[in-house]
């Protein structure tokens, strides 16, 4: 069974700082995403990373793989209050030609003042 | 921007009847998916679907849940007979390519009573 952490799960930053979430999952992947949720919304998708080293940017977001420590890092660069929200991240594995997505369990961002 | 809609935003209903879920998947989309997220929980990957068949299904959607392409733009997920442990938010998504970036509707919160 494919296992997917972040970390933190809670994360409380002033503006102006740098962080990193990070997202280790336990098995092989084809392809890991990132969404944001804003409270009582939807999911809004981030990234799509698709290969071992794919580094990819979006504003005071970049979002990087390796496929081999079954890592990726979403990191916030000089955060403001709008990036408050929950960042998901979701695998989908290579294994068997079965495309069903894990979710990790989310790291709620809230930027201070 | 063409977006992804689904109806109602609230259903509520009680144990054990069946409630059809709608979503207009944006246009030109080939790929349709249905996720749900309990509430304060992680996304949970239900269905995908493509060529009007079910592509993946997780270990949740069982012989209750059921989707259909009724005509050209409706996407639709049905719950039998609802248990209490079905109240969540239910989202569908589509996309272009099959797993690629994923845009995903507002939601349907479903309230079983």
């Known amino acids: 069974e494919l296992k997917v952490e972040q970390n933190p799960l809670f994360l409380s930053m002033q503006e102006g700082k740098n962080y990193t979430i990070y997202c280790n999952y336990s098995t092989t992947s084809d392809r890991l995403y990132w969404y944001r949720q804003d409270p009582g919304k939807s999911l809004e998708s981030l990234f799509v990373?698709?290969?071992?080293?794919a580094v990819k940017q979006e504003g005071r977001l970049m979002a990087s793989l390796d496929t081999k420590a079954r890592l990726s890092t979403l990191h916030i660069t000089a955060a403001v209050h709008d990036l408050s929200a929950t960042y998901f991240c979701a695998v989908l594995p290579i294994s068997g030609g079965s495309y069903i997505p894990t979710f990790g369990r989310g790291t709620s961002l809230i930027v201070h003042p | 921007e063409p977006e992804v809609t689904q109806t109602p935003s609230h259903q509520v209903t009680q144990m054990g009847q069946e409630v059809i879920l709608r979503c207009v998947p944006i246009s030109n989309h080939l790929y349709f998916y249905w996720y749900r997220q309990i509430l304060g929980q992680k996304v949970e990957f239900l269905v995908s679907?493509?060529?009007?068949?079910?592509?993946?299904k997780s270990e949740i959607f069982d012989d209750q849940f059921s989707v259909e392409r009724p005509d050209g733009s409706n996407f639709t997920l049905k719950i039998r007979s609802t248990k209490l442990e079905d109240s969540a938010m239910y989202f569908c998504?589509?996309?272009?390519?099959?797993?690629?970036?994923?845009?995903f509707g507002p939601g349907t919160r479903l309230t079983v009573t």
């Open positions: 679907f493509y060529n009007n068949e079910i592509s993946e």
């Open positions: 990373l698709l290969s071992n080293g």
């Open positions: 998504a589509s996309s272009e390519e099959n797993f690629y970036e994923q845009y």
